[in-house]
T-cell receptor, first 115, second 110 residues
Framework: NAGVTQTPKFRILKIGQSMTLQCAQDMNHNYMYWYRQDPGMGLKLIYYSVGAGITDKGEVPNGYNVSRSTTEDFPLRLELAAPSQTSVYFC??????????????FGNGTRLTVT | QKEVEQDPGPLSVPEGAIVSLNCTYSNSAFQYFMWYRQYSRKGPELLMYTYSSGNKEDGRFTAQVDKSSKYISLFIRDSQPSDSATYLCARSNTGNQFYFGTGTSLTVIP
């Protein structure tokens, strides 16, 4: 069982370039999330989705876009990359249980550097 | 005020020691709490989660929640070098807001 798979593992972008970070999960989870992790800052929510065709902004959505066409995939798009987007990006998923509560399951991240 | 405050560490202990990792939180609404372990260059890995006050044990790990003082702890017994990692505490309600601490770096010295 692969869980949450993120590709690529590493990427270097030049300022102004664009790219898509891929995320796929095989746990049939409806809920998926994108976080960024910066040193000393904790995890910040970028976007999330509660099912195919439904997405919503998190705490730090500016400069990013998402789509959710299938239950399994939740790609994150960076347009016009900026140095402030240098970070480690984590995709996560969960399946709410009774009462709606359930923990997040994370992928191993994509390390992005924008220079 | 941050939603979750976590002791920053770093923490260094000898192998076999009991480790105590701590967080405080600021909201009293319905909560459930999680502890994640994150190895270098890896994603956070769920260790434990709990809804209620009191202790929850899983092998060498015990999660403790004190809702009256808004305090959560993770205890690691008989610590091993393989426990060396960053530990993240988190809390959530039944919605989509998860609040993470900034992590405590732990090194267990053989």
């Amino acid at each position: 069982n692969a869980g949450v798979t993120q590709t690529p593992k590493f990427r270097i972008l030049k300022i102004g370039q664009s790219m898509t970070l891929q995320c796929a999960q095989d746990m049939n989870h409806n809920y998926m999330y994108w976080y960024r992790q910066d040193p000393g800052m904790g995890l910040k929510l970028i976007y999330y989705s509660v099912g195919a065709g439904i997405t919503d902004k998190g705490e730090v959505p500016n400069g990013y876009n998402v789509s959710r066409s299938t239950t399994e995939d939740f790609p994150l798009r960076l347009e016009l990359a900026a140095p402030s987007q240098t970070s480690v990006y984590f995709c996560a998923s969960r399946q709410p249980g009774a009462g709606g509560a359930s923990p997040l399951h994370f992928g191993n991240g994509t390390r992005l550097t924008v220079t | 005020q941050k939603e979750v405050e976590q002791d920053p560490g770093p923490l260094s202990v000898p192998e076999g020691a009991i480790v105590s990792l701590n967080c405080t939180y600021s909201n009293s609404a319905f909560q459930y709490f999680m502890w994640y372990r994150q190895y270098s260059r890896k994603g956070p890995e769920l260790l434990m989660y709990t809804y209620s006050s009191g202790n929850k044990e899983d092998g060498r790990f015990t999660a403790q929640v004190d809702k009256s003082s808004k305090y959560i702890s993770l205890f690691i017994r008989d610590s091993q070098p393989s426990d060396s990692a960053t530990y993240l505490c988190a809390r959530s309600n039944t919605g989509n807001q998860f609040y993470f601490g900034t992590g405590t770096s732990l090194t267990v010295i053989p």
